[in-house]
């Protein structure tokens, strides 16, 4: 009786885990340890986030960068915790060497932390980053993509198509080939 009554738990609370990520889902809804996902398929939410850009032989200028400046292109956008750090610094080179094919694909890369401008300018000069990092230091950004566990953003990433429309995301990410598992995904998704 105990082992049919343990089993009828776990039956009860398995629907909660999708494959051991911390998803719940419901019926429009999922949500993840961040918070409440967007939908696929529906409008990316919003943002307007200062940062810094390359700027071309190594250098980088602040900038502020808002979802309106990727219309016509397909978008990146991948959170991660902190600079530095050995997860985010394997993520963040596996965009670099693929950057070249994100770019030919007509798709921008574009990463979110709470780290600010100067932490971005150190992180990028020190791993020749050639793409923009955005600062999100209260996760408002972070937590409309269910992002946020403060004080860090969640190792989330998003793919934004030209119309700015949600087409894919990837939960608790392994940062060691992620960059290829997404432009795998962008190319189905372009090529579809």
Known sequence: MRRRALLQALAAVAPLYAGGLGIISFARRAEAIGGTLPLLNQPAPDFSLAGIAPAGKGEVVETRLQLADFGGSWLVLYFYPRDFTGGCTIEARGFQQDLAAFKAAGTAV????????????????????????????????????????APFSQRHTF??????????????????????????????????
């Open 110 to 149: 574009v990463g979110v932390s709470a780290d600010d401008a100067d932490s971005h300018a150190e992180f990028c000069s020190s791993e020749g980053l050639a793409f923009p990092l955005l600062s999100d230091p209260a996760g408002k950004v972070s937590r409309a993509y269910g992002s946020w566990i």
């Open 159 to 192: 793919l934004i198509d030209p119309a700015g429309v949600l087409r894919a995301n990837w939960l608790a990410v392994r940062p060691s080939g992620h960059s290829v598992e997404v432009l795998t995904t962008l190319q189905g998704l372009q090529a579809g």
